[in-house]
């Protein structure tokens, strides 16, 4: 009762919960309530064991629990009692009719939009955390039965946090983006909203903006990294071909001032909850204002990452003699990228299933995302088995795939692990993480991605 705010977030996901530890860690004086219609993830919330894996989290909630963080199903309540409401719901993209494959879901967002209608008693500021279409804020204010001057206000706040580094992305984050109707009360709400973030981020790095833009900006930030990586991986195929080295070119390039060394990592391709989803949210928009153009270009992003994901699985047949039946291949690391269970959308899902299709056997190790890959992979059945230990995963295989950049495959003795494998054995680096040189040495037959091979025999046709 003495808390100088009530703030309430809908949704205790991925974004949801560490972003709402954050704020009960710096805002002692705030009370956090985080509401879920997932009773199992509340539990998991209010227990020693989190449902997600996120380096530091615990440590934020165990301070901030019971103290001003509170995790409950008490939708109703929580409403009733806030006056600011943060809805962090999923926003998938669409499975069913129109827009099917591309555009948002926004069907979990417009229960929680009437739900708010129905338990509210007084003013409060609504603001959207989850990543949405351009104009939802608007389509929002609808459903509340408010054109901007009314009870509610609708603000835009999209979260720029990556996993695997959320709690540092959270704390300091490069910037906060607040979008808010232009009007005297608009401004006013987003002030409101500018005052919570202000108790650790500094000024300079909180940005205002128009409701539009600032919807628009997560789309287009999602679509501009991802951008990067597909143009990497595109060079990387052509690396290949000529025996040029990526890694090496994206020095070059990102020494360039203006064009900089980040995200210019050559991969298996991109995983992840958000940018596949959000580019198609993009194109799908861009589509159904008529512009076309602007869509193909966008979509070719991710188009090159699903051929990066099938090049690397042909690389794989066609280097073992273009046959994978009943070989045994080892995939190290599931989980999209290092430092997360979370495999949404990860390469891993893609490259087991035509694995499978080859009649290969897969053995999955990871070391926090074998519970994920067990129902990602379900209807595959005994054609894959999970195996935590990287040893005993590798034991019997005719290949090492490296799909996840955990430092633990750095470390691991390769010597003995080439031992233990059908031999001739092969490496495929997904990542570029493994000392290429010292694999060879030992016996391996190695292909880094865009990189050449490193190999104990003439490969027929190809100039490495
Ligand atoms: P998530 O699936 O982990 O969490 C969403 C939660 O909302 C789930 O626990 C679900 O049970 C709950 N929920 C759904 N409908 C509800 C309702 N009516 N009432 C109460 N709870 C409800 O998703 P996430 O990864 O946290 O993503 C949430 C949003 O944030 C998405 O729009 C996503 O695009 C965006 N986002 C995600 C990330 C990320 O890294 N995961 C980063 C930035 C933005
Ligand atoms: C992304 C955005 O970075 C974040 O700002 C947004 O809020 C949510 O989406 P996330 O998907 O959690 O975050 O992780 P990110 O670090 O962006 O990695 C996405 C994928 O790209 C991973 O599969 C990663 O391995 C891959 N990647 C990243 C590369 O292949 N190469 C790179 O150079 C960087």
Redesign the pocket.
């Known amino acids: 009762t003495d808390f100088e705010k009530k703030i309430l977030c ?8 560490p972003t709402m530890a954050m704020i009960a860690l710096k805002c002692p004086q705030y009370k956090v309530h985080v ?4 009773p199992d ?1 509340i539990d998991a919330w209010n227990s020693q064991e989190l ?2 894996y996120e380096p530091g989290l615990e440590e934020v909630v165990f301070e901030a629990r019971g103290r001003n963080l509170f995790f409950s199903t008490d ?1 109703q309540e929580g409403i009733e009692e806030a006056d600011i409401i943060f809805v ?5 993209t669409k499975t069913f009719g129109e827009g099917a494959g591309m555009a ?1 879901d926004l069907q ?2 417009e ?2 939009a009437r ?1 708010i209608l129905e338990c509210s008693k007084s003013p409060k500021i609504i603001v959207e ?4 279409p351009v104009r939802t804020a608007q389509a929002m204010e609808r459903i509340l039965g408010t054109d901007g001057s009314g009870k509610f206000q609708v603000l835009s706040n ?6 695997g580094t ?1 709690i540092e992305d959270l704390k300091c984050p490069d910037r906060v983006l607040i979008g808010s109707r232009l009007t005297e009360e608009g401004l006013k709400a987003r002030d409101e909203l500018v005052s919570i973030y202000a108790n650790w981020v500094p000024k300079e790095n909180i940005v205002t903006s128009d409701t539009w833009s600032s919807e628009l900006s ?1 789309l287009v930030a ?1 679509a501009f990294l991802a951008q990067r990586i597909s143009s990497i991986n595109a060079i990387s195929a052509l690396c290949e071909k000529t025996g040029a080295d990526v890694s090496r070119v994206a020095y070059a390039v990102g020494k360039d001032g203006r064009i900089g060394d980040k995200f210019l990592k050559s991969s298996v391709g991109f995983g ?3 940018f596949k ?2 580019i198609l949210n993009l194109v799908y928009l861009c589509r159904s204002y008529g512009l076309q153009e602007v869509a193909d270009y966008w979509e070719q992003v991710v188009k090159i990452n699903e051929y990066q994901k099938e090049r690397f699985v042909l690389n794989m047949l066609h280097t073992m003699f273009d046959t994978l039946a009943g070989k045994r291949i080892c995939l190290l690391g599931f989980a999209f990228k290092a430092d997360t269970g ?1 495999t ?1 959308e990860t390469p891993g899902i893609y490259i087991a299933q035509r694995l499978a299709e080859e009649h290969c056997r897969v053995v999955v190790s990871d070391p926090q995302a074998l519970d994920n890959a067990k129902i990602d992979l379900k209807d595959l059945g005994d054609a894959v088995s999970y195996v935590e230990d990287p040893y005993e995963a590798a034991a019997d295989c005719d290949a090492l795939a490296v799909l996840t950049e955990w430092n633990l495959y750095k470390e691991l003795d390769y010597t003995k692990i080439y031992n233990s494998m059908t031999k001739p054995a092969f490496v495929f680096d997904g990542r570029n993480i493994l000392d290429h040189q010292a694999l060879h040495d030992i016996g391996f037959n190695v292909f880094p991605i865009g990189k050449p091979a490193l190999t104990h025999y003439r490969m027929n046709g190809r100039t490495r």
């Open positions: 809908i949704g205790a996901g991925y974004v949801g919960g509401v879920d219609i997932n993830r449902p997600i939708i962090s719901v999923n926003t998938p948002a979990y967002w229960k929680t739900q955390k989850s990543t949405v999209p979260e720029f946090l990556a996993e959320a997560k999602n992840g909850s958000c989803k959000d979370d949404r």
